[in-house]
């Protein structure tokens, strides 16, 4: 096979994608990075791991996906990826940020099927109730938080429709200032193209990821735990919108 798609095409991205993070200590030789890489992977499962090998070959190859800023991503510790949302394969890319495996809460409905509840489940997927709160979950999120494990967070709360962003809720502030961890703003663009709300066709086009510097919320003696969560939320509104209006 010749062009795009060639096997040396391929096999080039796949050397790329044992890079898959950048640590200031490490710039050099890609055997460093590769060898750094490979010490951040501890504590993911394997299986994990080569899903993420895969599917960073795939997104390079097919939707020539590029990333900015995953030295933000936290290498250790809990923290939040606050990211807009348009498509089903947001889950995905917010993978390839970064080699730590990533919970994800995603709506009850996609837990119907035994098969698919079983493969996201694997993924670090659990479900919840969007119509009302639910207190279990927010204590999982919590005791996934405070265990130090990263979580992937929606704060619109829905796939947009016109893929622009939309209206932020403060619940991801809210649970980020309870766990004492940092937000991370993520602004993905043209998943909303590759698989549009509401159809099954799958359309090849390009995708980017955009990591802001981590948001961190701090409440004092003299602010109450209301003006506190506002602050932190104004933050990540403000951080969010500057990443997606970046050209």
């Not at 994608?17 to 394997?46: A, H, I, Q, Y």
């Not at 961890?181 to 193209?193: A, H, N, S, W, Y």
Request: glycine content about 8%; proline content about 5%; overall charge positive.
């Amino acid at each position: 096979m010749k062009g795009k798609y060639s096997m040396n095409h391929i096999a080039s991205e796949a050397k790329q994608s044992r890079d898959c993070f950048v640590v200031p200590k490490t710039l050099g030789t890609p055997r460093n990075d590769t060898v750094e890489c490979t010490s951040l992977m501890k504590g993911t499962p394997f299986w994990y791991s080569l899903l993420r090998e895969l599917a960073i070959i795939i997104f390079k190859v097919f939707f020539a996906v590029k990333i900015q800023g995953k030295e933000n991503v936290p290498l250790k510790g809990g923290a939040i990826l606050a990211s807009n949302h348009l498509s089903y394969f947001d889950p995905i890319v917010l993978g390839l940020l970064t080699p730590r495996k990533i919970n994800f809460m995603a709506k009850e409905e996609l837990f119907e099927n035994f098969f698919f509840r079983l493969l996201i489940t694997k993924l670090g997927a659990f479900p919840f109730k969007r119509e009302r709160i639910d207190k279990a979950v927010y204590q999982k999120v919590l005791d996934l938080l405070k265990k130090g494990e990263l979580l992937a967070l929606f704060p619109e709360g829905t796939r947009s429709w016109e893929g622009k962003l939309g209206h932020l809720q403060q619940g991801t502030a809210r649970i980020a200032l309870r766990a004492n961890v940092p937000l991370v703003p993520v602004i993905i663009r043209g998943t909303g193209k590759v698989l549009p709300r509401g159809k099954k066709m799958v359309r090849l086009t390009k995708i980017e990821a955009r990591v802001g510097k981590p948001l961190r919320g701090k409440k004092s003696k003299k602010e109450d735990v209301k003006r506190a969560i506002e602050k932190l939320h104004k933050k990540l509104e403000n951080s969010m919108r500057m990443l997606s209006s970046e050209s």
